[in-house]
């Protein structure tokens, strides 16, 4: 099972930014469609952005597009989300998440289609 480890963030005044990082352990991460998902206090977890395997598709929840933008690195087993013009709004715990096995070639907005997790990383903005 791919191991995932999310970094990258922190605390930061509303307007600015922050890039989250989350390493794979596997190199077969190049064939998982990846994504990002974020929990805030007392909310459900929620689809943030989604990337397929080659980086060609991309997917934003509607809130974070023109803020947000999800990339990956294969040759070094990451994926990205960089995020500017940060609202109080977007804290929460961000967790990437891969989709092992047979896959397609997009990516996927629902939770229950991604098989593994990565332990999380906190995103505070102050407003």
């Known amino acids: 099972q791919v191991q995932l480890v999310e970094s990258g963030g922190g605390l930061v005044q509303a307007g600015g930014s922050l890039r989250l990082s989350c390493a794979a352990s596997e190199r077969t991460f190049s064939n998982y469609p990846m994504a990002w998902f974020r929990q805030g206090p007392g909310k459900e977890r929620e689809f943030v952005a989604g990337?397929?395997?080659?980086?060609?598709?991309?997917g934003y929840e509607e809130s974070v597009k023109g803020r947000f933008t999800i990339s990956r690195a294969n040759a070094k087993n990451t994926v990205y989300l960089q995020m500017i013009s940060l609202k109080s709004e977007d804290t929460a715990v961000y967790y990437c998440a891969a989709k092992t096995g047979i896959v397609g070639s997009g990516w996927y907005r629902s939770q229950s289609e991604y098989d593994a997790w990565g332990q999380g990383t906190q995103v505070t903005v102050s407003s």
């Open positions: 990337i397929n395997w080659s980086g060609g598709s991309r």
